[in-house]
C-alpha cells in the first residue's frame, strides 16, 4: 500500500526559508517520479517540483531559483528546501507520486509538472508565510 506522509510545514516570515519532506513507503521509492504540489482552497492545485529517477528535476517558473527538490532513496524521502520565502507561497503542499518499472523519467528538463500525471498523494503539510 503507496503511503506517502509529508512533514516539516509551519509558520515563518517573508524571506525565511523551511524544509518540507515527505516519508514514502509501500513501494519501490526509487522507481518512482516524485513531485511536490500546493494548492489554496478555491484554487487549481499546482505542480511546483519534480524529480524523476534518474535525478532529472523540473521546477514551475514560480520558484525557480528559490526551491530546490532532492531524494533520499535509502531513506525513501523526498525533500524540497524552500528559500526566499514570501507570503504568495503559502500554501497546503502536497508530495505525489509516479511509480514505474524499472524507473520513472520526466519527459524532459523542466517539464510541466501535471496534476494528472500522478496517481498517489499525501495528505499535505501547511506552509504559512507572513509579510
Known amino acids: 500500500q503507496v503511503q506517502l506522509v509529508e512533514s516539516g510545514g509551519g509558520s515563518v516570515q517573508a524571506g525565511g526559508s523551511l524544509r518540507v519532506s515527505c516519508a514514502a513507503s509501500g513501494f519501490t521509492f526509487s522507481w518512482a517520479c516524485m513531485a511536490w504540489f500546493r494548492q489554496i482552497p478555491g484554487q487549481e492545485r499546482e505542480g511546483v517540483a519534480a524529480i524523476d529517477s534518474h535525478g532529472t528535476v523540473s521546477y514551475s517558473d514560480s520558484v525557480k531559483g528559490r526551491f530546490t527538490i532532492s531524494k533520499d532513496n535509502a531513506k525513501n524521502i523526498l525533500y524540497m528546501q524552500m528559500n526566499s520565502l514570501g507570503p504568495a507561497d503559502t500554501s497546503m503542499y502536497y508530495c505525489?507520486?509516479?511509480?514505474?518499472?524499472?524507473?520513472?523519467?520526466?519527459?524532459?528538463?523542466?517539464?510541466?509538472?501535471?496534476?494528472?500525471?500522478?496517481?498517489?498523494w499525501g495528505r499535505g503539510t501547511q506552509v504559512t508565510v507572513s509579510s
Open positions: 505525489a507520486a509516479r511509480i514505474w518499472w524499472p524507473g520513472c523519467a520526466l519527459s524532459a528538463p523542466n517539464a510541466p509538472i501535471q496534476r494528472s500525471w500522478y496517481p498517489s
